[in-house]
C-alpha cells in the first residue's frame, strides 16, 4: 500500500483541457436519459463545468493479471482476468477514482439515478460505482455459472443475492449515508470485486483512462471536491465556482 498526501491546483480556463472520450459519468446527462428532473434552471443557466484529472505521477509496476482458478469455461479471458485495483498509465493518469463535489444541495423534487452492476464472464462491470442514497441498484447477470451479489458495508451484509443464471434484479440504496463504502464481492469466484461509493451530491464522475472527469451544470458557490481511489486512498480540496466560468482542477496523489 502507498504511503500518500495530495497536492492540488486549481486553474480557471477558458478551454477545456481533459479531453472526455470515455467511460466518464456524466450525472445530468445520465439523469436526462433517464427522464430525472435536472437543477432547477436558474441554477443551471449560471453553472459552470469543472474538468479535470486525477494522477499519480512516478512509474507505477504493471498489474498483474490474477488467474482464474474455478469455472474457467466461463470466466475471465485466456483463464485470466484484469486486476482493475490501481489502473494507472505510463503517464500517471488514475482511473477509476470517484470525484464528487461536496456541498452541492440536492434540490427537493431531485429524483436519485439507476446505477447498474453487471457481471460477465466473472468480471464485475463496471468495477467503480458512485452513486447518491436512495438511487436504484441495477444488478444482472449475462453468464451461465451461479455468482453471488453480496456487498458489505463495513463488516455488515447489505444483501446476499444468488444469480444461478443470467438475471435481473433491482435494490433500493436506503440503508447507506453518504461517505459509504460497499464493497461487493462473489462467494463462488474470490476475484470478483466491485466498490459503490454513497454521496449527497447531484455531482459525481468516475475518471476514465486519462484520469479526466467531467461535472456540468454546477451551480455557482463553495464546495469541497473529493477524490476516492480503491487503493490510493482519499484527496479532497476546497473550490469555488463562479458563474459560467469553467474550472479546471487537477488532482494528485504523491508517493511518500
Ligand atoms: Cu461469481
Given at each position: 500500500?502507498?504511503?500518500?498526501?495530495f497536492l492540488f491546483l486549481v486553474l480557471p480556463v477558458g478551454v477545456p483541457a481533459v479531453s472526455a472520450r470515455k467511460?466518464?459519468?456524466?450525472?445530468?446527462?445520465?439523469?436526462?436519459?433517464?427522464?430525472v428532473q435536472a437543477p432547477p434552471e436558474g441554477a443551471v443557466r449560471r453553472g459552470a463545468t469543472i474538468r479535470g484529472r486525477v494522477s499519480l505521477p512516478g512509474e507505477t509496476p504493471k498489474a498483474t493479471p490474477i488467474q482464474v482458478t474455478k469455472?474457467?469455461?466461463?470466466?475471465?479471458?485466456?483463464?485470466?482476468?484484469q486486476d482493475e485495483s490501481r489502473l494507472i498509465s505510463a503517464r500517471g493518469a488514475v482511473e477509476n477514482a470517484v470525484v464528487y463535489l461536496e456541498g452541492a444541495a440536492v434540490p427537493p423534487s431531485w429524483n436519485p439515478p439507476r446505477v447498474e452492476l453487471g457481471m460477465k464472464k466473472c468480471v464485475f462491470v463496471p468495477h467503480v460505482l458512485v452513486a447518491p442514497r436512495g438511487s436504484s441498484l441495477v444488478l444482472f447477470s449475462e453468464?451461465?455459472?451461479?455468482?453471488?451479489?453480496h456487498p458489505y458495508v463495513g463488516?455488515?451484509?447489505?444483501?446476499?443475492?444468488g444469480f444461478p443464471k443470467s438475471a435481473r434484479v433491482v435494490r433500493q440504496l436506503d440503508r447507506v449515508k453518504a461517505g459509504d463504502v460497499m464493497k461487493f464481492?462473489?462467494?463462488?469466484?474470490?476475484?470478483?470485486t466491485a466498490y459503490l461509493v454513497v454521496v449527497d451530491s447531484p455531482f459525481?464522475?468516475?475518471t476514465d483512462a486519462g484520469g479526466g472527469f467531467?461535472?456540468?451544470?454546477?451551480?455557482?458557490?463553495?464546495?469541497?471536491?473529493?477524490?476516492w481511489h480503491e487503493t490510493l486512498g482519499e484527496l479532497s480540496q476546497p473550490v469555488t465556482v463562479e458563474a459560467k466560468r469553467p474550472l479546471e482542477v487537477n488532482l494528485t496523489f504523491v508517493r511518500r
Open positions: 500500500m502507498f504511503r500518500l498526501a467511460a466518464i459519468s456524466y450525472p445530468n446527462q445520465a439523469l436526462a436519459a433517464a427522464g469455472d474457467h469455461e466461463h470466466c475471465g479471458d485466456g483463464h485470466q482476468v453468464d451461465a455459472v451461479f455468482h453471488t451479489i463488516r455488515r451484509t447489505y444483501f446476499n443475492i464481492l462473489c462467494d463462488e469466484h474470490a476475484w470478483m459525481f464522475a468516475v467531467v461535472l456540468r451544470d454546477v451551480p455557482p458557490g463553495p464546495y469541497r471536491l473529493r477524490v
